[in-house]
Structure formats: structure tokens, C-alpha cells
């Protein structure tokens, strides 16, 4: 059976996230999906390298939450499941190719 959701105000648009975290409850599971600004992420791995100090806290901005039934999160775990084995194979080929480029020059 197909499936079509309709979009309700503007929640067709799409969300840019660069952070998840999980949390559960009792039935449920939490998604909550945010956004930290990439330079402030880029800066952090440098500032530990050279010794800096560590800001005790980093402020970010909750993009999305998703609350997900034990059922729903099977079935998002299965697809999750798809598409990075999709992902992974799409990679594969692309090496097993250029390397086959390689060898005919």
C-alpha cells in the first residue's frame, strides 16, 4: 500500500542538523535533533590540540525533537539499516572503479 503524507505548515521544509541525541522513556524514544554552529565544531579539536581551554559549555540550538514509538524505532532502524548499506556499497563500487581507472593507464 503506498503511502503519501501531506505536509502541515512548513513541516515539509527541511531541517539542517549536525547533532542527535537519544533519550527514553517509558514507550517512547526521543530524538532531538540540533544544530551547532560548524565553526564553533571545527574549533573545539584544534583548541584541545594546542592546549587551549575547553569552554565548559557549548550552546546549540534544538532543531527538531521526534518522539518515536519502540515500533517506529524498529522500523527507522531498519531503514537507517538500508540506506547505509546502500551508501557503503555505492562507495565500494566507486573505489573497485577508480582502481580499475588506475591499473589501465
Not at 22 to 51: H, Q, Y
Not at 68 to 93: C, E, I, P, W
Request: proline share 6%; charged share 15%; aromatic share 4%.
Amino acid at each position: 500500500m503506498g503511502l503519501r503524507l501531506v505536509p502541515v505548515e512548513q513541516s515539509d521544509q527541511p531541517v539542517l542538523s549536525n547533532l542527535t541525541s537519544v533519550s527514553v522513556a517509558p514507550g517512547l524514544v526521543f530524538i532531538d535533533f540540533g544544530f551547532i554552529e560548524p565553526n564553533l565544531l571545527a574549533a573545539l579539536p584544534r583548541m584541545a590540540r594546542t592546549g587551549g581551554k575547553m569552554p565548559e559549555r557549548v550552546t546549540g540550538k534544538l532543531a527538531v525533537r521526534v518522539a518515536l514509538g519502540f515500533d517506529s524505532l524498529g522500523t527507522l532502524h531498519q531503514q537507517l539499516g538500508q540506506v547505509l548499506k546502500g551508501l557503503g556499497d555505492a562507495a565500494q563500487a566507486a573505489r573497485a572503479a577508480s582502481a580499475r581507472a588506475a591499473s589501465n593507464k
